[in-house]
């Protein structure tokens, strides 16, 4: 059987708003997501015997990762009795805001629905994608995308594309710590997606401030970037972004960052890189 060698792209939070906290502890939210042409890469070879094992690097648990959760999710939502050998080439940082890992288990499921020919539509891989987080559904279904709820509620939305400046901060984040933070905002007023494409400013990432505290190599980062333009954290960090007209201005600002902290450039999408290269994007 032929493998496929899939991305698994990032995703940036354009803004994060925290409007408030449900009975169960998760917080509900606002935010607009858009994917990046800048990728994990996974390769898929089915098995016939059942088994499913995932290469990656040194520090990605074997047996008990998002890749391995996604495959044997799918195995028993669909009963099929195939397997898959999975080679993870990450690009991705972990705890940056880039949503790697969900982004992983999202094209290992779209991937492995294909080749297994399980046939599940995008919807009901995306409800599978929820039980591993709240990022998976939106790089299942693979368009770019206004997210409420705790980011699972999706609409289609097509924001501009930018060239962009990502600068990643040697931090590893949790999420928990900075959701579980007592100084974090949590009343930030619900917004109507047109807003978002007004011009109306008041757009934020309310996670910043306190990343900005905890993490003093996060808010340098913030501080540098801000002189070309409205720097912004992802998610809950530490990547930092800012947006630029053209490729070649970026690739200028770049050359400047400061020594010691890794960046790249890469291009906003509002489809994703992996259906783009699957062609099954309507």
Known sequence: ????????????????HITGRRNDGYHELQTLFQFLDHSDRLRITPRNDGLIRVHGPEWLPPGDNLITRAAERLRARTGTGLGAEIELTKILPAGGGLG??????????????HLWETGLSRPQLATLGLELGADVPVFIHGVAAWGEGVGEQLTPVVPPEHWYLVLVPEVEISTAKIFGHPDLTRDTPKRRIRTA???SDGFR?????????LYPAVDQALEWLGQYGEARLTGTGGCVFCPFETQSAAIDAHAEKPSGINGFIAQSRNRSPLYTQLGELD
């Open 1 to 16: 059987m032929t493998p496929l060698d899939l991305p698994a792209p990032a995703k940036l939070n354009l803004f994060l």
């Open 205 to 213: 990432n309310d996670c910043e401030p306190i990343v900005r505290q």
């Open 197 to 199: 494409f007004e011009g």
């Open 100 to 113: 790697g890992g969900s982004s992983d288990a999202a094209t290992a499921l779209v991937g492995l629905n």
